[in-house]
């Protein structure tokens, strides 16, 4: 009897501690731009059709995540869904894969697979970019653009344009573009 109800008590444990938690994304792996304003991924190391988590810090220290995903399709063709990691409908939750499934965190929507990278519904917003020989490349400046999308900010120390002084991001009370 006492072996039975440590065994329950600690399958509940268990059960409290790690089965009843709700999915969290991956932590993204952060990237920085090269000199050019680049920011590049190897396809070889996004080329197993698992969802691959990136972030960029921006200037101001909004943290912009992204995700790349190798897209199954029926002719073969080599087609990658390079996304925001936020969705319009959703905001910036993000998104899961559980076996072959994309999932959105904030409302449970499984995302066809090939819709990853095209606009529309409770999809990942599409991020530009290209593909250049063995590489995804973004441009820092889009993933600029698509810090609107994401509410985590870091701290950044950064030089004012026009005093030339000295701050940190999260203590600045205004921000430039």
């Known amino acids: 009897p006492v072996t039975l109800t440590i065994g329950v008590l600690a399958l509940l444990l268990a059960h409290d501690l790690y089965a ?47 995700f790349v995903i190798k897209i199954s399709s029926r002719s073969g063709k080599r087609r990658f869904g390079v996304v925001y990691d936020a969705c319009v409908m959703c905001g910036d939750t993000g998104y899961i894969q559980h076996k072959h499934e994309v999932i959105c ?9 090939p819709s990853i990278g095209k606009e529309g519904g409770c999809n990942p917003i599409p991020l530009a970019h290209s593909v250049e020989g ?44």
């Not at 969290?24 to 197993?48: C, E, F, M, Q």
């Not at 965190?105 to 697979?113: G, K, Q, S, Y």
């Open 105 to 113: 965190l904030a409302c449970n929507v499984r995302i066809f697979n």
């Open 134 to 177: 063995e590489h995804i490349v973004v441009r820092a400046q889009e993933l600029d653009r698509g810090a609107r999308y994401f509410s985590q900010v870091v701290s950044v120390r950064v030089k004012a344009p026009v005093t030339g002084k000295e701050l940190d991001t999260l203590k600045t009370p205004v921000r430039y573009e």
């Open 20 to 66: 009843s938690r709700p999915p969290r994304i991956t932590r993204p792996l952060r990237l920085t731009a090269d000199a050019s304003g680049l920011i590049k991924v190897k396809l070889a190391d996004v080329a197993d059709g698992d969802l691959h988590r990136y972030s960029y810090v921006t200037d101001d220290g909004h943290v912009v995540r992204f």
